[in-house]
């Protein structure tokens, strides 16, 4: 345990009697009060605060939060030493008692803590739901879905659109079709699985007493009523998936369809689950804790990112002529829509979208991670079970990494001294999807997603403010994920992709 004496140092020996060598605790701003500790100091826009405390007291600092005690991370250097030089030690999640209650015991990948079940839940992921071979064989989906949000854009051309409801309905629809396949659409599920995952976003973005006051908790009223409501959400969720597996696994033929392992064929997450039950031994609460992990963690994201391209795009109209002068020049003229196979050339297309996760990371502090063994990080010792928080958001706009940095610049990626730079995990003043263990495993999805519905959005209409409107609003709502305040309202006016050569 940290001993939070005068100058917070608890010191620690190392070697034999005659050589001691001690070792402090990171430095923690002062103002730390008696059992809140230092919670009085985040604000509602905890990323930023913690930006500006780093400024004073360093890349690697201890925060106490209630009774837990929180090492910041606040630069690329130090991001790489958590994620890379120690990753092993640092790649567990703390407890968080909502996602115990929601995904029954931390079943799931993305809140588990590091262990055999996470290892096999995330094996499973990685090689069977979010391969690159998976994402590929999604391609006709991807373009159903494009296809017809394009079309209800359509429909409301010249006129006011609500472009977040638009794209979070296109987000929603496409993982759950992931997920589910066809069934998705029936009954109106994709409506409940909309309210189901809004209300999950919303009771894991609070804040609760038992996270940060653990022996507290078991005597608050609030706790319990919380938990409650927690698991009221989880039984509404369980019915629902319940019914989606039992759908499948009525369809025995589907099944045999997999298991001759065709997997080009558009298989959902559900039919893979079913046929690889024996081979990891799963229950049907793990199959669904998994399930519900790809909902939480693919809808906000993707939407967010293009949400937030979209924008800076309008709010950019030099950025915008050059992309759609490259999707238009790059997407032969006999098409109505672009086409996954067209996005190899966009190398501008890329660089929007990188340019974009740099600035709004759709996870800002990343997910928590926690220390298993005590480590000595920079000089420092960082004992065992202390919360680690890395603040991505502050490290992707750092002034010692990137030139103008709160500027949208899209071609920083394209020449100069950051060109190269990648989200993929080995460039720690960019990691939007994290990196080592417990880096995003649904990136490539994620890419696919954003960079065909953008490409989409480009080609088929320009887009303009509405009358009177001159500026986007930017305040940004803090949460696990961060998204912009106001919806984004634009009038997209239809560009006749059938003249392209001609013009
Ligand atoms: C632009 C979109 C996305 C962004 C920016 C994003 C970002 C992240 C981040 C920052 C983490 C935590 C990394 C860490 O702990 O260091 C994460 C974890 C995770 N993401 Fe994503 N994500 C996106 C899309 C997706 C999609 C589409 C899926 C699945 C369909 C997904 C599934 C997951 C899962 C399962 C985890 C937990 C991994 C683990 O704890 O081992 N993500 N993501």
Known sequence: AISWGKQQQSRISHGSKKKKK??????????????????????AQPHLALRDLAKKHG????????????????SACAA????????????????????????????????????????????????HLLSMKKVRSFGHARHDEVRLAIARIHDHARTVVDMSDLLYSFSNDLVCRAVSGKFFMEEGRNQLFRELIGMNTAVLDGFHVQDYFPRLAQFDFLTRVVSGKVKKLQERWHQLLDNLIDAHANKSSRRSLIVEE??????????????????????????????????AAGTDTSYITMEYALTELVRNPHVMAKLQAEVRRNTPNNQEMVMEENLGNMTYLKAVIKETLRLHPPVPL??????????????????????VIINAWAISRDPRSWDRAEEFIPERFITGSTVGIDFKGSDFQFTPFGAGRRI?????????????????????FDWELPTGKEDVDMTDVFGVTMHRKEKLFLVPK?????????N
């Open 80 to 127: 790489e030493a958590v994620m890379r030089t120690h990753d092993h030690v640092f790649a567990s999640r703390p407890r968080s008692t909502v996602a115990e209650i929601l995904f029954k015991s931390s079943m799931d990948v993305g809140f588990a803590p590091y262990g055999e079940q996470w290892r096999q839940s995330r094996k499973l992921v990685t090689a």
């Open 440 to 460: 995003c495993p649904g990136l490539n999805f994620a890419l696919a997603t954003v960079e065909t519905m953008l490409a989409n959005l480009i080609y088929c």
């Open 494 to 502: 239809p560009f006749d992709v059938y003249h392209v050569l001609e």
């Open 366 to 387: 990343l997910l928590p991670h926690q220390s298993m063994v005590d480590c000595t990080v920079d000089g420092y010792m960082i004992p065992a079970q202390t919360r």
């Open 262 to 295: 065709n997997d080009d064929q558009e298989t959902d997450f559900i039919d893979v689950l079913l046929s690889l039950q024996q081979e990891y031994g799963l229950t049907r609460d793990q199959m669904k804790a998994i399930m519900m992990d790809m909902f």
């Open 22 to 43: 001690l070792i402090s605790l990171p430095p923690s701003p002062p103002g730390g009060l008696p059992i809140i500790g230092h919670l009085h100091l985040m604000g």
């Open 59 to 74: 890349d690697l600092m201890l925060l106490r939060l209630g009774a837990v005690p929180n090492l910041i991370v606040s």
